[in-house]
């Protein structure tokens, strides 16, 4: 298995207070991603980064933030949670774009289950 | 934007059945297709990944074919076994990443 720790892995947190989920990889893999996944939409990115500093937004950035100071750490980041942002949010890693042809392939964290209320 | 629809959501086989899964997608401009399977509570494992340029990939008792002019993909697992049992996903790549809903697989002993 790929060496992705996610953390915490479980948390309940109160409308309106910031949370910080952390990916840790030892992979030395360039690409990171944090995906949110919920009952009937599936998984959909959130952000991703393509390098130390280098970030990008996803399909449903609104809301979320990220950091990436070293290679194998990717936080995100929920300013000011919601309960619309109850979810599991999983990281995955990946050592080459899938943007562009060639081979690469995505590998996942356990995921962290958020609860907010 | 691309859609990502698996059909059927659920499926339940009795233990040995050969089965096919469908993915289907809207845009045909992919770069890649990767299948995932999903334990209940636990994160994905990766099953195969297809490029574009490639029409199917082998691993064991699966084999992914992938059709992008028509916009489908097939995962085929034979022999199935209770082990079997989990969500299998599929995600294609695009200009982002796009995942379908899932199909629920159950193989009954």
């Known amino acids: 298995d790929a060496g992705i720790t996610q953390s915490p892995r479980h948390k309940v947190t109160e409308t309106g207070t910031p949370v910080t989920l952390r990916c840790h990889q030892t992979?030395?893999?360039?690409?990171m991603y944090w995906y949110r996944q919920d009952p009937g939409h599936g998984l959909r990115l959130i952000h991703y980064?393509?390098?130390?500093?280098?970030?990008d937004k996803g399909e449903v950035s609104d809301g979320y933030s990220v950091s990436r100071s070293k290679t194998e750490d990717f936080l995100l980041t929920l300013e000011s949670a919601t309960s619309s942002q109850t979810s599991v949010y999983f990281c995955a890693i990946s050592e080459s774009s899938g943007f562009s042809p060639g081979s690469y392939e995505q590998y996942f964290g356990p995921g962290t289950r958020l609860t907010v209320t | 934007k691309q859609e990502v629809t698996q059909i059927p959501a659920a499926l339940s086989v009795p233990e040995g059945e050969n089965l096919v899964l469908n993915c289907s997608f809207t845009?045909?401009?992919?770069?890649?297709l990767q299948w995932f399977r999903q334990d209940p509570g636990k994160g994905l494992t990766s099953l195969l990944l297809i490029q574009s340029s490639q029409r199917e990939q082998t691993s064991g008792r699966l084999n992914a074919s992938l059709d992008k002019s028509s916009g489908r993909s097939t995962l085929y697992i034979a022999a199935s076994q209770p082990g079997d049992s989990a969500t299998y996903l599929c995600a294609v790549t695009g200009n982002q990443f796009y995942f379908g809903t899932g199909t629920s697989l159950t193989v009954i002993p």
């Open positions: 845009d045909s401009a992919i770069y890649n």
């Open positions: 980064s393509y390098g130390v500093k280098d970030t």
């Open positions: 992979e030395n893999h360039r690409y």
